[in-house]
């Protein structure tokens, strides 16, 4: 299967500052990514869809000046929240696909737990 | 509204002992429906893709099929390591974007 990677694994920041998180494929060109939260034994949330090259489509209730998300090229994207809180804290998670695969078919990142104190 | 229910929320088994998860969709036209595991802080792995009612897939020890309403994911004589969060997921002709189900906890107990 296809890989995508995050960085950093885990992270701890003070309220206040901003914080930015990258997610990479590493075998394909990801056509479009999107960026997951999760809060303990909930599902998954989707935040923001983006295209290369494109600006993100945030889902509703999704603060767009607060998660800013670049998907600058067709390996690379980032999300950035900006001015984090307690209440940002959360895991989240990228996944990836490309055009040509399977319909809807997409991988999953090992995820970013961010701990704002 | 797309909507996905999964059942049980929890699920524990001994080691061998076979069981079914289910996951319930209601979608304004099917794409497709993904099953994936989850283990603690990490995140979703792709197991099956399913894109029509009778088609059923297998690996290893997991099948998964579907229904024009719901879906099952068979374990058979699972193993301590099958233990995880398995996850079902909708895609709708509505929107391009995965619904996801709460989940099913499931430990399995040698």
């Known amino acids: 299967g296809a890989v995508v990677s995050q960085h950093p694994s885990w992270v701890i920041c003070k309220s206040g500052t901003s914080v930015k998180i990258e997610c990479r494929s590493l075998d394909f060109q990801a056509t479009t990514m999107f960026w997951y939260r999760q809060f303990p034994k909930q599902s998954l949330m989707l935040m923001a869809t983006?295209?290369?090259?494109?600006?993100?489509?945030?889902e509703q209730g999704v603060e767009k000046d607060k998660f800013l998300i670049n998907h600058a090229s067709l390996t690379l994207s980032t999300l950035t929240v900006t001015s984090a809180h307690p209440e940002d804290s959360s895991f989240y998670i990228c996944?990836?696909?490309?055009?040509?695969?399977?319909?809807?078919?997409?991988?999953f990142g090992p995820g970013t737990r961010l701990t704002v104190t | 509204e797309d909507q996905v229910t999964q059942s049980p929320e929890a699920l524990r088994l001994q080691e061998g002992e076979s069981s079914s998860l289910n996951c319930s969709y209601t979608v304004s036209g099917l794409r497709g429906l993904f099953w994936y595991r989850q283990d603690p802080g990490k995140g979703p792995e792709f197991l099956f893709t399913l894109y029509s009612a009778g088609e059923e897939k297998e690996k290893e020890r997991l099948k998964a099929t579907l229904t024009k309403k719901e879906s099952f994911l068979h374990i058979t004589a699972p193993k301590p390591e099958d233990s995880a969060t398995y996850l079902c997921a909708v895609l709708s002709y509505n929107t391009d974007k995965l619904i996801f189900g709460t989940g099913t906890r499931l430990q399995v107990f040698p």
């Open positions: 983006s295209n290369e090259g494109s600006k993100a489509t945030y």
């Open positions: 996944s990836a696909r490309t055009s040509g695969w399977a319909d809807g078919e997409q991988y």
